[in-house]
Structure formats: structure tokens, C-alpha cells
């Protein structure tokens, strides 16, 4: 039996609570096509930012540790897909679209620049007189305008919905700046759930990590209250943290955390009277988000994750050598463009010097950022 885009809007409008957003109401893409007829719009979306080079690329761009650090931690598109799957089970609980919220998930860190956020913080200083960079709005200028795969568009041609919830992609890190996506209203209930599904896994897994690699010590946990609280609900006594054990814990983290936002989110839902996606938007506050408590918890455990794990010598020189690394290939291309690869002179000519610059830097993974460091700076490296 095949089953038509139609039949999977009908069962939208059957299964999705009323302020989900159905794919037959999307407001369109920029540049008008023909709809498939075996999928929606929003799964449409998911699948281009699947099949894009950027997606690829996030393989070897950083979480915490860089990928010469071990081949089990997590990097930028191991943790994209741990999103997506947060996000989804989410939207699912709460009569969200699915498919929208998977899309965004899969495609919120596109623009992150190699080695995490030492890397978006150097590129945001170099780029400071000339029109800034932030990986959320580099993320919209890769599917808008950098992705190459259509031969009558630049970009992807996502969807409004799709681009206005990258845009105001918002977490503790990341601050949204919707420029032209009706600034005035709120994330939609889709977006809401992949900004809280991404500060879920990157507080879940920076901790995974950083216990697996050491830098973390479970004794120095003792006493925090979401910790002691996942201990106790697991039943461990705190002495041996075996893989087993550490899986456990940050299995139950997860799950006690996404069991209260669920309930929290319910009851705002409930309270507000929400009857359409743009209801959700106009209200004065998010819907989504975890309760009072829950969230003192989570601000306990960041804390300390910032001082342990980010400020930990081992993680703050990588942190200091990518900040380096970047800003002298930034100072050689910008002052002696002869260096840059032929294929750029379109794109200085199309988006000036410094920005065709930042692109391509943003662009790279963190091993071909330091393989093209050795080349521009080792003598014994072939250019």
C-alpha cells in the first residue's frame, strides 16, 4: 500500500495538538517547486540537510574533545544526532510535529565553525568590523546561500517554518538574532523543543565525556542534587563508576530531566489555551521548559561542568591552540589572498574578502584546519 503526502497531512491533522504545526499549512519556500508526493515538506527538509556537505563535515568538527583525542567521545555530528532523537521523542509526547522538529535538530549546527565554541569565539572577534559571525546565522547562510546542489537556487530552499526555527535556535550558548523572521513573536512550539533537546544533550554528554576521559571525578559530584538524585534513582551506592554504572547514570539523567519538561511543558500548555501554532508564538513567554526546581539542578551541574571540564589544562590549551590556529589563517588569507584556493575569487567577489574568508575557515573540519595550518606555516609540509 503506497501512502501519498496527502494521506500523511490527513493523519497530521488527526494525531498533531492543535498548536502543532502541519506541514499543509507551511507557509513555502523562497523559491517556489513542485511538492513531492511521497513525503512532506518537513521531511522533504530533513532529508536535503542530511544529503548537504555541511552535515558531513560535522564528523570531525569538535563537541569538547577533538577527534584526535579518542574515537568515543562525541563530536559535533554524533551529538546532532543525539538532538534529533531528544527533539523527536519530545515533539511526540507533546503533540509537536516530528518531522519539524527532527529537521531542525539535524540541521542547528551546521554553521559551527571547527573546534566548538573556541573556534565561533575567535572567528566572532575577527570578524567584529565586518558584519560579525554566529554559527545559528551562519547555519541560515549555509542552506540559503553556500550549499551548491540545485540548479535554478543557491541553498537548500527550506521551508519558512525550517529557516525561521533555525534562527531563533536558543540555548544557554546561543543567543537568537531573527532578523527577518518576524522578530516580534516567539520560537515556534517545534523550535522550543529543538533548542531544549540540544541544551539537554550537551549538558548529558559534555558530563559522559568528560567522566569517561578522567577530567570529571564522581566524588567531586557528590552532594549536587540532580547527580545525587539520578544516583539514589539508579540505586548505586557512588563507590565504582564502571562503564556500566556511568552508562546508567547518564541514561536516567536524561530521562528524569525529559520526564519533568514534559510535565512542566503540559501544564504551561494548558495555562496558556494554546489553539494554533501562531498562538505559541505570541505569547510572552516560552512554553517549553523544565520547572523551578529541575532547572536550580541543572544550573548546579553547569557550573560545575564549566569549572571542571572546560577550564580543565587539557581541554583550555586546545581551546587556546585552535583560537591561534584560526586567527593566524584568518591574517594570512585576508592579507595575502594569493594563498586561498582558486575556486574562492568568486565568492570575494560576490561577499568581499573577509567574509569569503570566514566562510571557508567556518567551513572547514578540525583535521583540515590543521592540516591547512601546516601548510600555509610548516616548511616541511607541501602547500
Given at each position: 500500500?503506497?501512502?501519498?503526502?496527502?494521506?500523511?497531512?490527513?493523519?497530521?491533522?488527526?494525531?498533531?495538538?492543535?498548536?502543532?504545526?502541519?506541514?499543509?499549512?507551511?507557509?513555502?519556500?523562497?523559491?517556489?517547486?513542485?511538492?513531492?508526493?511521497?513525503?512532506?515538506?518537513?521531511?522533504?527538509?530533513?532529508?536535503?540537510?542530511?544529503?548537504?556537505?555541511?552535515?558531513?563535515?560535522?564528523?570531525?568538527?569538535?563537541?569538547?574533545?577533538?577527534?584526535?583525542?579518542?574515537?568515543?567521545?562525541?563530536?559535533?555530528?554524533?551529538?546532532?544526532?543525539?538532538?534529533?532523537?531528544?527533539?523527536?521523542?519530545?515533539?511526540?509526547?507533546?503533540?509537536?510535529?516530528?518531522?519539524?522538529?527532527?529537521?531542525?535538530?539535524?540541521?542547528?549546527?551546521?554553521?559551527?565553525?571547527?573546534?566548538?565554541?573556541?573556534?565561533?569565539?575567535?572567528?566572532?572577534?575577527?570578524?567584529?568590523?565586518?558584519?560579525?559571525?554566529?554559527?545559528?546565522?551562519?547555519?541560515?547562510?549555509?542552506?540559503?546561500?553556500?550549499?551548491?546542489?540545485?540548479?535554478?537556487?543557491?541553498?537548500?530552499?527550506?521551508?519558512?517554518?525550517?529557516?525561521?526555527?533555525?534562527?531563533?535556535?536558543?540555548?544557554?550558548?546561543?543567543?537568537?538574532?531573527?532578523?527577518?523572521?518576524?522578530?516580534?513573536?516567539?520560537?515556534?512550539?517545534?523550535?522550543?523543543?529543538?533548542?531544549?533537546?540540544?541544551?539537554?544533550?550537551?549538558?548529558?554528554?559534555?558530563?559522559?565525556?568528560?567522566?569517561?576521559?578522567?577530567?570529571?571525578?564522581?566524588?567531586?559530584?557528590?552532594?549536587?542534587?540532580?547527580?545525587?538524585?539520578?544516583?539514589?534513582?539508579?540505586?548505586?551506592?557512588?563507590?565504582?563508576?564502571t562503564d556500566l554504572n556511568r552508562h546508567r547514570m547518564i541514561r536516567r539523567l536524561i530521562g528524569v530531566q525529559i520526564q519533568d519538561l514534559v510535565e512542566t511543558t503540559e501544564g504551561a500548555l494548558l495555562r496558556s489555551g494554546?489553539?494554533?501554532?501562531?498562538?505559541?508564538?505570541?505569547?510572552?513567554?516560552?512554553?517549553?521548559?523544565?520547572?523551578?526546581?529541575?532547572?536550580?539542578?541543572?544550573?548546579?551541574?553547569?557550573?560545575?561542568?564549566?569549572?571542571?571540564?572546560?577550564?580543565?589544562?587539557?581541554?583550555?590549551?586546545?581551546?587556546?591552540?585552535?583560537?591561534?590556529?584560526?586567527?593566524?589563517?584568518?591574517?594570512?588569507?585576508?592579507?595575502?589572498?594569493?594563498?586561498?584556493?582558486?575556486?574562492?575569487?568568486?565568492?570575494?567577489?560576490?561577499?568581499?574578502?573577509?567574509?569569503?574568508?570566514?566562510?571557508?575557515?567556518?567551513?572547514?573540519?578540525?583535521?583540515?584546519?590543521?592540516?591547512?595550518?601546516?601548510?600555509?606555516?610548516?616548511?616541511?609540509?607541501?602547500?
Amino acid at each position: 500500500m503506497l501512502i501519498h503526502r496527502a494521506a500523511m497531512e490527513d493523519h497530521e491533522n488527526l494525531t498533531l495538538a492543535p498548536y502543532g504545526i502541519r506541514s499543509s499549512a507551511s507557509q513555502g519556500r523562497l523559491h517556489p517547486e513542485p511538492e513531492a508526493q511521497d513525503r512532506t515538506c518537513f521531511q522533504r527538509d530533513r532529508a536535503r540537510v542530511l544529503h548537504t556537505t555541511a552535515f558531513r563535515r560535522l564528523e570531525y568538527k569538535t563537541q569538547v574533545f577533538v577527534n584526535s583525542e579518542g574515537d568515543y567521545y562525541r563530536t559535533r555530528l554524533t551529538h546532532t544526532l543525539e538532538v534529533a532523537q531528544l527533539g523527536r521523542s519530545m515533539a511526540r509526547s507533546l503533540g509537536a510535529n516530528e518531522d519539524l522538529v527532527e529537521a531542525i535538530c539535524l540541521a542547528h549546527d551546521l554553521g559551527h565553525p571547527p573546534f566548538g565554541h573556541a573556534g565561533e569565539r575567535v572567528l566572532q572577534r575577527l570578524m567584529a568590523a565586518h558584519g560579525n559571525f554566529d554559527h545559528n546565522r551562519q547555519t541560515l547562510r549555509i542552506v540559503t546561500t553556500l550549499e551548491e546542489r540545485y540548479e535554478n537556487f543557491r541553498g537548500l530552499n527550506l521551508t519558512w517554518e525550517m529557516r525561521e526555527g533555525l534562527v531563533k535556535h536558543e540555548t544557554e550558548y546561543d543567543q537568537a538574532d531573527a532578523g527577518e523572521y518576524n522578530p516580534e513573536l516567539r520560537a515556534s512550539l517545534e523550535a522550543q523543543i529543538a533548542n531544549v533537546a540540544d541544551e539537554l544533550a550537551y549538558t548529558a554528554h559534555d558530563l559522559d565525556d568528560g567522566l569517561r576521559a578522567g577530567l570529571l571525578q564522581p566524588a567531586a559530584l557528590s552532594g549536587q542534587a540532580l547527580w545525587e538524585k539520578v544516583r539514589a534513582a539508579i540505586r548505586w551506592d557512588g563507590r565504582d563508576l564502571t562503564d556500566l554504572n556511568r552508562h546508567r547514570m547518564i541514561r536516567r539523567l536524561i530521562g528524569v530531566q525529559i520526564q519533568d519538561l514534559v510535565e512542566t511543558t503540559e501544564g504551561a500548555l494548558l495555562r496558556s489555551g494554546a489553539s494554533s501554532p501562531l498562538h505559541i508564538q505570541q505569547l510572552s513567554t516560552n512554553v517549553v521548559d523544565w520547572s523551578a526546581p529541575m532547572q536550580a539542578m541543572q544550573t548546579e551541574l553547569k557550573s560545575h561542568l564549566r569549572e571542571e571540564l572546560f577550564q580543565h589544562h587539557r581541554v583550555a590549551r586546545m581551546a587556546e591552540k585552535a583560537a591561534r590556529f584560526i586567527a593566524e589563517m584568518f591574517e594570512v588569507f585576508t592579507k595575502s589572498p594569493n594563498q586561498l584556493p582558486g575556486e574562492l575569487s568568486s565568492a570575494i567577489a560576490q561577499h568581499g574578502l573577509e567574509r569569503a574568508v570566514c566562510d571557508y575557515i567556518a567551513g572547514m573540519t578540525d583535521r583540515f584546519a590543521l592540516e591547512e595550518y601546516a601548510r600555509l606555516f610548516d616548511p616541511h609540509t607541501r602547500p
